[in-house]
């Protein structure tokens, strides 16, 4: 079974430069999910969909951060304009019905300078 | 108050100990309890899930859930220099939409000496 598969591995960018980051998650997956996990931190649920619904979006910085599902399978994360504070690894993560056996992928390292 | 809380570490055993990592939650409603392991540079992954008081043992692994006491626990028997990384105690807390969210803690670095 192929893994969630994220991309880019890494990224570095200017403040207030934007990004977007690319995830594709286990087929048959039902739920995706976006974290955040700044360094020496435990990983921040950003966004949730079932299929391509948002479930959970509440700790997703709306005013600069922006998600979406195409045809309940890839989903993107964007950023713009980037914060300093935004630097972190970004994880994708997909599950399938039992929302418990979540499979995380590699991560996206993000660094803004 | 964190919604989960783990010290930090480091935490130093000797190879051949065990090691005991703990996590303590604030929602009483909070049904599902898991310890993700997370190597330095990598993702986090799986390693143990409890839903019940008591104790729950997968080889040299054993969880143990306290709910009256909103405790969870790892113990890892018979460390070994490979069991060095960062474990993660995640929670599932009910959203204000009905659906299960998994919060993580900030995660207990182990460190087992050879």
């Known amino acids: 079974e192929a893994g969630v598969a994220q991309s880019p591995r890494y990224k570095i960018i200017e403040k207030r430069q934007s990004v977007a980051f690319w995830c594709n998650p286990i087929?048959?997956?039902?739920?995706l999910y976006w974290y955040q996990q700044i360094l020496g931190q435990g990983p921040k649920l950003l966004i949730q969909?079932?299929?391509?619904?948002?479930?959970?979006d509440s700790q997703l910085p709306k005013d600069r951060f922006s998600a979406e599902r195409l045809k309940g399978v890839d989903s993107t994360l964007k950023i713009q304009p980037a914060k300093l504070e935004d630097s972190a690894v970004y994880l994708c993560?997909?599950?399938?019905?039992?929302?418990?056996?979540?499979?995380f992928g590699s991560g996206t390292r993000l660094t803004v300078v | 108050q964190k919604e989960v809380e783990q010290n930090s570490g480091p935490l130093s055993v000797p190879e051949g100990a065990i090691a005991s990592l703990n996590c303590t939650y604030s929602?009483?409603?909070?049904?599902?309890f898991f310890w993700y392991r997370q190597y330095s540079g990598k993702s986090p992954e799986l390693i143990m899930s409890?839903?019940?008081?008591g104790d729950k043992e997968d080889g040299r692994f054993t969880a143990q859930l306290n709910k009256a006491s909103q405790y969870v626990s790892l113990l890892i028997r018979d460390s070994q220099p490979s069991d060095s990384a960062t474990y993660l105690c995640?929670?599932?807390?009910?959203?204000?939409?009905?659906?299960?969210?998994?919060?993580f803690g900030t995660g207990t670095k182990l460190q087992v000496i050879p």
């Open positions: 993560a997909s599950s399938p019905d039992d929302p418990w056996l979540r499979t």
């Open positions: 087929s048959g997956h039902a739920t």
């Open positions: 969909f079932q299929n391509n619904g948002v479930v959970d």
């Open positions: 929602d009483r409603g909070s049904q599902s």
């Open positions: 409890i839903y019940s008081n």
């Open positions: 995640a929670v599932n807390i009910l959203n204000s939409g009905g659906y299960q969210k998994v919060t």
